[in-house]
């Protein structure tokens, strides 16, 4: 099977590659292909999420385990294209370059049968140009929080301000 998906990047213009992809792919893999559509060198560190239909994050597919502890981090090596992205669970976001957070969202568009004679990945189609610096992004407060509340209760933190 062959997985067309659309890699959109989380910017105020449209700026966006078509790939198609051999399900079979590691996520790794995956992540390769889509670092060099967009012109990255691919050595930074970089991360899938699964998701739902409104795009909220759920779990990640990380290329290393940066745990101290080993935790149960799922990695792109391990798992697979066809395992990740379905019919059911057509929508991933795909974060590239923590320092800088290239922020992408990938839809599944189409499943089609392997063609003789293409070579996969192969991106289909591109749509504007990758700007010099990421898009800025504007993560909102928890409307309800109360700062001014924290701040009062300085004395009730269980904090030893002469510690050194």
Not at 22 to 43: K, P, T, Y
Not at 92 to 111: G, K, N, P, R
Not at 143 to 163: G, I, S, V
Request: aromatic residues 16%; negative net charge; hydrophobic residues 40%.
């Amino acid at each position: 099977m062959i997985y067309k998906v659309r890699i959109i990047l989380d910017a105020k213009d449209d700026i966006f590659r078509d790939i198609e992809i051999d399900a079979s792919n590691s996520m790794e893999e995956f992540h390769n292909a889509i670092a060099q559509s967009f012109g990255f060198l691919g050595n930074e560190m970089a991360s899938f999420y699964t998701c739902n239909d409104e795009w909220i994050q759920d779990e990640e597919i990380a290329l290393f385990d940066m745990s101290e502890n080993g935790s149960d981090v799922r990695l792109m090596n391990e798992n697979f294209l066809v395992d990740v992205l379905t019919e059911r669970t057509p929508k991933l976001i795909y974060v590239y370059d923590f320092l800088s957070m290239w922020t992408f969202f990938i839809e599944l568009a189409d499943i089609v049968e392997h063609e003789p004679g293409v070579s996969y990945p192969n991106v289909l189609f591109t749509f504007g140009e990758l700007p010099e610096t990421p898009p800025e992004k504007n993560f909102k407060a928890d409307p309800n929080f109360d700062f001014d509340d924290t701040l009062e209760n300085y004395d009730d933190l269980d904090f030893d301000e002469n510690w050194n």
